[in-house]
């Protein structure tokens, strides 16, 4: 992670750390089986990424990743034996996330990361079981000290979803309180 980072800063690439990774931030440390890294780079400029991956040693099919992001957004590799999944910015709470990247000292080295608000969104987007779960955890956890004005406009102009919406808000109130 921390050699991906680093790497993806001296090429100029800007990225944010997120899923497990960024909840084990803002929350409780859980285990993971993958990485996932957004980069703000285009689809146009996807080589660049592909060729720093392999630069690394990572594990790069790039007919594969095309395809992979075509289809999904985002495209898998395998770095250090670990799957990272690399998404480009393809959905608005991309825009809205990169300015509100958080800055976190890992050992010795400094790494960009999604902010609590925003893990707490992209788990919103993707609604699995298992986001629902870190949301409730996120809340503990966090619990007053998000920004709860940023997350309700971002849940009505970009979700713009009223089950999630109201799954959320319920979910404040029973874990909150209020």
């Not at 803002?26 to 980069?39: L, S, V």
Request: aromatic share 12%.
């Amino acid at each position: 992670m921390k050699r991906l980072g680093g790497a993806l800063e001296a090429a100029g690439i800007e990225y944010a750390l997120g899923g497990a990774l960024a909840f084990n931030i803002w929350a409780q440390a859980r285990g993971t089986k993958d990485i996932d890294i957004a980069t703000y780079v285009g689809v146009g400029d996807v080589e660049r990424v592909f060729s720093l991956l392999q630069q690394l040693g990572a594990d790069v099919e790039r007919s594969a990743c095309r395809w992979e992001l075509k289809q999904w957004g985002h495209f898998e590799v395998t770095f250090e034996l670990v799957r990272v999944d690399v998404f480009l910015p393809d959905l608005p709470l991309y825009d809205w996330a990169y300015p509100r990247r958080r800055r976190v000292r890992i050992e010795d080295a400094e790494l960009w990361f999604w902010s609590a608000e925003d893990v707490l969104l992209f788990k919103l987007v993707f609604f699995r079981d298992k986001d629902k779960l870190d949301i409730k955890v996120l809340l503990k956890v966090q619990g007053s000290n998000l920004d709860f004005d940023y997350i309700r406009k971002a849940l009505r102009e970009i979700l713009d979803d009223e089950e999630r919406t109201k799954w959320f808000e319920d979910t404040v109130r029973e874990i909150l309180k209020g």
